[in-house]
């Protein structure tokens, strides 16, 4: 009894224990649960949540909330999931829309149990990541790519130890909003040494630029690393590091790499043949960083892997936009397994290896842009997984058959252009393929048009130009366009006329320039964003009540063409989008609208140039004030400039010039501020140059010529116009002086200030031009983002004639100050300008010699110094200015013998006469001392005048052959021949001595 008794009382001990346990158990995960519930909240209540895709968290039973996800049993949550299902890149309608911002509450330190936490592409705008997040030590997954977070990443994320995937990718740069800072950089990376069990590391974008060449050991101390990605990360440096190959990197903990991404970059250096010790590697990109050398012909570190063939497991390489050069190795083609070869934009030459026609698996191979040569084989046909092929842009040649093609039904991108292949297919061939992305220019595929395109029911970028097509289009093309992006048949011999209707997807751009189209202009162009009709003879515009269909038109160009008639007072009611509109160089007479700036408000580029316009130039211009361009030359505009252009604030491009403007140049025109070309040439301009232009600091082209421009010179160009490459001030009235302050001018390539009526000297500074004293030119472009549609041009007095340069000119260096009353003495200091193209000082006052060092000036093609009071002889070093073709040295006091050797030889009379004191060829006038049977070659004589002749040369070599050969005999046998050897030489020596003597006496140099 007693012991039943002692039993029962520990049973109820132990059932007291147990309940009371259980009951605190419970407690304490209900008060766990209604904690975690809170954090939530909290959370959720920091969010900012347009698309209010958080809806569905209300209520107690937080596990079925969207996003979050529970631990079996205790309910603790260990996933929050709240990234953005559309990613910026893809659809930024929907990603916008469906971005979270706002702050993150430090709540979630709460939910001891999270393991994942996902919120990429969303947009906290320029926050920092919060250094709380180091304190959430059972994550094993942190994604926050793409989430728009600014600043140092926190150190305190080594207490992650079980993080086996990180990415805190930032965003792509054409991707980041610009109204918040999204720099999001690494001061010290020691800190990921302690993410011990990182498998994933993805920091694409984040600026590793202080961390230097560290980020190489600290990735090489993460046993566990599978995958690296650090695109666009700053890295800098040589690849492999400079004291250690990539075999000794791979050894220990690299070992496991599979993915390895370190793409635009700046990583230079040469890839070495240890790459083979990638024995993991499935993923390489190296793309867009100055790698150079060549491949390796032969991979080494096989014998690190189980496999003896090379990378085994690689599927993609990727090594596109570097400065690789040499021919492709042959072992690209055992890569057995590779999918993806990326190789364009470098240096590769001679021929594609045949091997890698036999990589069955390959799925895009890009090649373009290199120095490759030969022809494809017909077994690339035979790549039946193949979806990408890019050989264009190369040497290549030869022709293409339907065996090349045979078995590509994958294949939706195919780049062939700008190599020499001939298509040669039946009339009736149906590819296998349908591609979407086709360019096929400056290819031979007519002269028919091609037939085989009717089959192609995809396509969205079609390039065709420049392939000898002169058929008309057959109308069934019209019905397979409307797809089309991006469509161009430029520069062919097409016919006939476009239809009325153009009806095309989307905001295609269109380009139909350099044909032979005629009629009227389409009146009805739907879904095209830019459309080119230039180099055509389309004779009519399209009925100005007839727009409506060009609703969404961006960009019209309708240059060179034979346009007649007026501008359409309502062009902007058809097109109130247009943002381009170029109708240079037709036969459009009338006025321009007085409504134009009501008209076409969002332009940015307008073109009239070249046409009959008259009337004025409206006021109401300067209402369109998105202008970058405006160009109205070669027109027949009167009345003044309208100084309501300064309202044109984005202004980089006027040309006004060859027109018949009137007045003076207004001061307001010195507010535009971003101007960078002015062209105001030959008008009836007057006044003198205001001073409001020393505001033009980014001013590169300034061309005044052929006004009534008056006053000095002013010498504020020299500190206003640092960038000046063109000053253009030719035939005006101005006077005085030439300002020293000119030499400021370190990048003008072309100074012009002839015609004028300046004095004085020619100021010695000239020579710190520094652009004109680089034999290698820099070529000059303007900065101009709508620029690509104006063509500067500048016609220059060279070679005795005006030519007009456009493409070629930024290669002319020169300076011309001719037709002024310059005086004092030829400036030595000229010569120092090594570039100069061009140096035309005729028809001034000018003194002294040409100094002998002209011949420095090795890039010299025209030269005028006629017309002055230069005296002296002309030096013979100007024979050997190789690249001079044009010479006037007329009308001096030259004296003398021409030096008619060298370049010299082929100048005619033309370029001495008026210089009675000079003789010999090419002038009539026979030197003194010349035999008339025969002119004998004469050099100076530095040390005492005399002359040579060409027996001279042949006695010297004589006795220096003897010199050499005899004594080398004498010395080798007997002594007594030795004496008599020299006694000999005495003898030959003061022979010819006398004998030159003698030649000197009796032909004295003409002084």
């Not at 009239?608 to 202008?627: A, C, E």
Request: charged share 15%.
């Amino acid at each position: 009894m007693e012991k039943i008794s002692i039993l029962g009382f520990i049973l109820a001990i132990l059932y007291f224990i147990t309940t009371e346990l259980a009951c605190n158990g419970h407690t304490r995960i209900d008060n766990n649960v209604q904690s975690e519930q809170k954090a939530l909240i909290d959370f959720k209540n920091g969010l900012k949540d347009p698309n209010n895709r958080l809806s569905s968290w209300k209520g107690s039973n937080y596990c079925y909330w969207q996003g979050i996800s529970c631990e079996n049993g205790t309910g603790f949550v260990i996933s929050i999931d709240l990234h953005n299902p559309y990613p910026r890149e893809k659809v930024y309608e929907n990603w916008s829309s469906m971005k979270l911002s706002g702050e993150i509450s430090p709540s979630l330190i709460k939910l001891k149990s999270l393991k994942y936490l996902d919120l990429s592409f969303n947009s906290f705008k320029a926050m920092p990541v919060p250094q709380f997040f180091g304190s959430l030590e059972n994550l094993i997954y942190l994604n926050l790519s793409s989430a728009g977070f600014s600043g140092s990443i926190p150190s305190n994320l080594w207490n992650l130890s079980s993080l086996q995937y990180l990415d805190l990718s930032s965003e792509y740069p054409k991707y980041v909003d610009f109204e918040y800072s999204n720099d999001i950089f690494v001061q010290n990376i020691e800190w990921m040494i302690g993410l011990v069990s990182l498998k994933y590391l993805g920091m694409n974008y984040v600026n590793l630029s202080l961390v230097g060449s560290r980020w190489v050991e600290v990735a090489n101390k993460l046993p566990s690393l599978t995958e690296l990605h650090l695109c666009g990360c700053s890295l800098f440096g040589s690849f492999p590091s400079p004291r250690r190959s990539i075999s000794q990197l791979l050894r220990k903990s690299w070992k496991k790499i599979e993915v390895l991404n370190l793409a635009q970059n700046e990583l230079h250096g040469s890839i070495p043949s240890s790459i083979g010790s990638f024995c993991n590697l499935k993923y390489l990109d190296l793309g867009g960083n100055y790698l150079n050398g060549s491949l390796p012909e032969i991979i080494k570190g096989l014998e690190t892997c189980s496999s003896k063939s090379p990378l085994p497991n690689l599927t993609e390489l990727i090594l596109y936009d570097n400065q690789l050069m040499g021919t492709l190795p042959n072992w690209l083609g055992e890569l057995k397994n590779l999918r993806v070869l990326f190789l364009s934009s470098n240096k590769f030459e001679g021929p594609i290896p045949a091997s890698l026609w036999t990589l069955q698996h390959l799925e895009y191979m890009y090649l373009s842009r290199n120095e490759l040569n030969g022809s494809l084989p017909d077994s690339v046909g035979q790549l039946s997984q193949l979806q990408g092929l890019g050989v264009g842009s190369n040497h290549m040649s030869g022709s293409l058959s339907e065996q090349h093609f045979l078995k590509l039904s994958k294949l939706e991108y195919l780049w062939m252009g700008s190599n020499c292949f001939h298509l040669n297919v039946s009339p009736n061939w149906v590819p296998p393929f349908q591609v979407k992305y086709l360019y096929m220019d400056s290819c031979h595929l007519g002269p028919s048009f091609p037939a085989w395109l009717q089959s192609q029911k995809n396509l969205e970028y079609l390039d065709l130009s420049n392939d000898s097509i002169s058929s008309p289009i057959p109308n069934w093309f019209w019905n397979i366009s409307f797809n089309m992006w991006q469509l161009n048949l430029s520069h062919n011999q097409l016919q006939g006329q476009l239809p009325n209707s153009l009806n095309f997807y989307g905001q295609s751009e269109i380009d139909f320039s350099s044909n032979l189209f005629e009629g009227p202009i389409p009146f009805s162009i739907k879904g095209v964003l830019f459309l080119d009709l230039s180099h055509n003879k389309f004779s009519r515009f399209f009925p100005p009540s007839r727009g409506e269909s060009m609703l969404g038109l961006s960009s019209l160009l309708l240059s060179d063409n034979q346009i007649t008639g007026f501008i359409p007072l309502n062009i902007g009611k058809s097109m109130p989008n247009l943002s381009y509109l170029s109708l240079s160089s037709n036969q459009i007479t009338g006025v321009i609208p007085s409504n134009i700036g009501e008209s076409l408000p969002n332009l940015a580029f307008l073109s009239l140039s070249g046409n009959r316009i008259t009337g004025t130039i409206p006021d109401s211009i300067g209402r369109i004030t998105n202008l970058e361009v405006i160009d109205f030359s070669r027109n027949n505009l009167t009345g003044s400039i309208p100084s309501t252009i300064n309202n044109c604030s984005n202004l980089f491009v006027l040309d006004l010039g060859n027109n018949n403007l009137s007045g003076i140049i207004p001061k307001s025109l010195g507010q535009l501020q971003s101007l960078q070309s002015l062209h105001l040439n030959h008008n009836e301009l007057s006044g003198e140059l205001p001073s409001s232009f020393q505001n033009l600091t980014g001013l590169e082209v300034l061309d005044l010529s052929y006004n009534k421009l008056l006053g000095e010179v002013p010498a504020w160009i020299g500190a206003a116009f640092v960038n000046m490459v063109i000053l253009n001030l030719r035939s005006n009235v101005f006077c005085g002086r030439l300002p020293s302050q000119l030499s400021n001018l370190s990048s003008l390539h072309v100074l012009d200030i002839a015609q004028n009526n300046l004095m004085g000297k020619i100021p010695s500074t000239l020579v710190e031009l520094k652009a004109m004293a680089q034999e290698q030119l820099n070529i000059y472009r303007l900065n101009v983002n709508a620029s690509s549609l104006y063509e500067e041009r500048l016609v220059v007095i060279a070679k005795g004639q005006s030519l007009e340069y456009t493409k070629t000119l930024s290669l002319i260096v020169g300076i011309d100050l001719s037709d002024n009353n310059l005086s004092g003495e030829f400036p030595q200091e000229i010569t120092k300008l090594f570039g100069l193209v061009v140096l035309n000082l005729s028809r001034n006052h000018i003194t002294g010699q040409i100094p002998e060092n002209i011949s420095m000036l090795r890039q010299l093609s025209s030269l005028d110094l006629s017309s002055n009071k230069l005296s002296g002889t002309i030096p013979s070093s100007m024979a050997s200015l190789s690249f001079l073709s044009y010479l006037n040295l007329s009308n001096n006091n030259f004296y003398g013998e021409i030096p008619f050797i060298g370049q010299m030889t082929t100048f005619t009379k033309l370029a001495f006469v008026g210089n009675s004191d000079l003789c010999g060829p090419p002038l009539a006038t026979k030197c003194q001392d010349e035999d008339p049977n025969k002119r004998q070659s004469v050099v100076s004589d530095k040390n005492d005048g005399g002359y040579v002749d060409q027996w001279f040369y042949l006695s010297v070599g004589l006795g220096f052959a003897m010199g050499i050969l005899v004594p080398f005999f004498v010395l080798a046998t007997r002594k007594s021949w030795c004496e008599a050897y020299f006694d000999f030489v005495d003898e030959i020596v003061k022979w010819l001595l006398r004998g030159r003597a003698t030649y000197a006496k009796n032909h004295p140099r003409r002084r």
